[in-house]
């Protein structure tokens, strides 16, 4: 079964609001999760490290006031696209970390976002 | 600093021909972890095989195998007796040790369609 999940599957909005993705690890706890970001016919793009109990991670380029995460236990990571705009449009992909030899990464179904 | 080369970006072929998905890397580390994922339409990652720096056996499952060359820094995949199912957008991706082996990066993708 799934071990990852996230919600929403896709999201459609308008410009200036604000959209929240849950991703949730399923089978285990996780200290460890991240968050990419994959626009049409692009590879995926790390965009954060989000870590429970302490400020994410992000990655050189990506606006932390903008992009908002919140790790507040150890199965939930959440996403926030604040003042969402078109050019924020793209497939927003989660994973879990189970730590281990080399910690390995489980990835959400993914969520589309689509800006008005 | 890491780095994963998917030269091909788009791969025709008709039903069951075999084709060979290249994937070159570039790391500083001497132990690392090489990835394949398969991105169906829907979006969401297959995991398909992790190899290790310290294991260049070749892999074989079912009509998929994996050839590891360290010489020649390349981690080739291939699909025997091609399907229409095989369509898919497939990654590379690699982890090093510098980073907890927690950061993957994913080559830009090689888009597979295999037409009956």
């Known amino acids: 079964g799934a071990v990852v999940s996230q919600h929403p599957s896709w999201v459609i909005c308008k410009s200036g609001t604000s959209v929240k993705i849950e991703c949730r690890s399923l089978d285990f706890q996780a200290t460890t999760m991240f968050w990419y970001r994959q626009f049409p016919k692009q590879s995926l793009m790390l965009m954060a490290t989000?870590?429970?109990?302490?400020?994410?991670?992000?990655e050189q380029g990506v606006e932390k006031d903008k992009f908002l995460i919140n790790h507040a236990s150890l199965t939930l990571s959440t996403l926030t696209v604040t003042s969402a705009h078109p050019e924020d449009s793209s497939f927003y992909i989660c994973?879990?970390?189970?730590?281990?030899?080399?910690?390995?990464?489980?990835f959400g179904p993914g969520t589309r976002l689509t800006v008005l | 600093a890491q780095k994963v080369t998917q030269a091909q970006t788009e791969i025709s072929v008709v039903e069951k021909e075999d084709v060979t998905l290249d994937c070159v890397y570039e790391t500083r580390d001497t132990t690392y972890y090489l990835f394949w994922y398969k991105q169906p339409p829907s979006g969401e990652l297959v995991f398909l095989i992790r190899?290790?720096?310290?294991?260049?056996q070749n892999e074989i499952s079912g009509r998929y195998s994996w050839n590891f060359q360290k010489s020649t820094s390349s981690f080739n995949f291939t699909i025997t007796a091609s399907q229409v199912v095989d369509s898919a957008v497939y990654f590379c991706a690699l982890s090093e040790v510098n980073t907890g082996f927690q950061k993957l990066v994913f080559g830009t993708g090689t888009r597979l369609l295999v037409s009956p």
């Open positions: 190899r290790n720096s310290f294991d260049e």
């Open positions: 994973s879990v970390c189970r730590e281990g030899s080399y910690n390995e990464q489980f």
């Open positions: 989000s870590n429970e109990g302490s400020k994410a991670t992000y």
